[in-house]
């Protein structure tokens, strides 16, 4: 019983975080439309992949990547609360035309 509650408690601190990197994101960008976090389950810890325009990688980036740093230092001290480790991996999307 006590390990589906922390499942269930693991999928929503997930599902928390990926909210709030999304929505930095958009804040940032000029597509919000197009940004999209996908969570990945990595052992003992939780990838989020952010997905992003083409045309926006580097505004979520930044300059010597100071953004995206920013960005991981928010999620950081978000999942030191929540007692779960969480990494950022910023992707560029790529369209087919």
């Given at each position: 019983?006590?390990?589906?509650?922390?499942?269930?408690?693991?999928?929503?601190?997930?599902?928390?975080?990926?909210?709030?990197?999304?929505?930095?994101?958009?804040?940032?960008?000029?597509?919000?439309?197009e940004?999209?976090?996908?969570?990945?389950?990595?052992?003992?810890?939780?990838?989020?992949?952010?997905?992003?325009?083409?045309?926006?990688?580097?505004?979520?980036?930044?300059?010597?990547?100071?953004?995206?740093?920013?960005?991981?230092?928010?999620?950081?001290?978000?999942?030191?609360?929540?007692k779960?480790?969480?990494?950022?991996?910023?992707?560029?999307?790529?369209?087919?035309?």
């Amino acid at each position: 019983m006590d390990e589906a509650m922390q499942l269930a408690s693991g999928d929503d601190s997930a599902k928390k975080m990926s909210d709030l990197v999304a929505e930095l994101a958009r804040a940032l960008v000029d597509k919000p439309e197009e940004v999209s976090v996908e969570t990945i389950q990595d052992g003992d810890g939780t990838l989020l992949r952010l997905h992003v325009a083409q045309s926006d990688v580097g505004k979520v980036i930044g300059k010597q990547g100071r953004t995206a740093r920013s960005i991981r230092t928010v999620l950081s001290a978000a999942s030191m609360k929540l007692k779960r480790r969480f990494s950022l991996d910023i992707v560029e999307e790529t369209r087919a035309s």
